[in-house]
Each structure stands twice: as structure tokens, then as C-alpha cells.
């Protein structure tokens, strides 16, 4: 898992190839991530 010095983080997603992840960070502890894909058309996730 990557970890950045910020609240929100999107960084490429460790599980799914091509995926990224947006994840959420409390008092240095992880909240909650997302993967997710973006396409490839319409350019939304």
C-alpha cells in the first residue's frame, strides 16, 4: 500500500492491475479505500 502525507490519496491500486484506488487517511490511520477503474470513452470513473 502506498502512503501519502494527505487526507485523500489516489494512488494506483495494489490489488487490480490498472485500477486506481482513493483512499481516505485519519490521524495517520487508513478510514477507507475504493478501487476503481476509469473509462477509457467517457474518461469518468
Given at each position: 500500500?502506498i502512503?501519502l ?5 489516489d ?6 492491475l490498472?485500477?486506481?484506488e482513493?483512499?481516505?487517511?485519519l490521524s ?8 476503481y ?8 470513473g
Amino acid at each position: 500500500m502506498i502512503t501519502l502525507d494527505t487526507p485523500w490519496q489516489d494512488t494506483p491500486s495494489t490489488v487490480r492491475l490498472g485500477w486506481r484506488e482513493r483512499a481516505a487517511n485519519l490521524s495517520g490511520e487508513s478510514a477507507f479505500a475504493v478501487d476503481y477503474i476509469v473509462c477509457d470513452r467517457c474518461r469518468r470513473g
